[in-house]
């Protein structure tokens, strides 16, 4: 098992800034991708960025050149750099880890943290 505990959301104003985190604990030792999901009121979840065990990167349309995705495979952790934050940027967001065992993939999701932008 892997749990996962974000931090880094909260209010902020548009043009601002955050950093999110999620740190991975349990059984980390076979985490492949990391990725950030959003869910905003009455849409469904969407991935935003997703970054590979090798570091290789991937973005949503919507977020490219603002958002910034990272880990540190030694402290198990993926970060979410939010700059220039918009109003739709509002969202709930998740942090999601996939783990392979053998021929077997696994996900595992964080409980989530609220970003709200004000206009």
């Known amino acids: 098992q892997v749990q996962l505990v974000e931090s880094g959301g909260g209010l902020v104003q548009a043009g601002g800034f955050l950093r999110l985190s999620c740190a991975a604990s349990?059984?980390?030792?076979?985490?492949?991708?990391m990725d950030w999901y959003r869910q905003a009121p009455g849409k469904q979840r969407e991935l935003v960025a997703g970054?590979?065990?090798?570091?290789?990167?991937n973005y949503a349309d919507s977020v490219k050149g603002r958002f910034t995705i990272s880990r540190d495979n030694a402290k198990n952790t993926v970060y979410l750099q939010i700059n220039s934050l918009k109003y739709e940027d509002t969202a709930v967001y998740y942090c999601?880890?996939?783990?392979?065992?053998?021929?077997?993939?696994?996900?595992?999701w964080g409980q989530g943290t609220q970003v709200t932008v004000s206009s």
């Open positions: 999601n880890v996939r783990r392979r065992v053998a021929a077997n993939f696994y996900d595992y």
């Open positions: 349990g059984s980390t030792f076979s985490i492949n991708a």
């Open positions: 970054i590979s065990s090798g570091g290789n990167t």
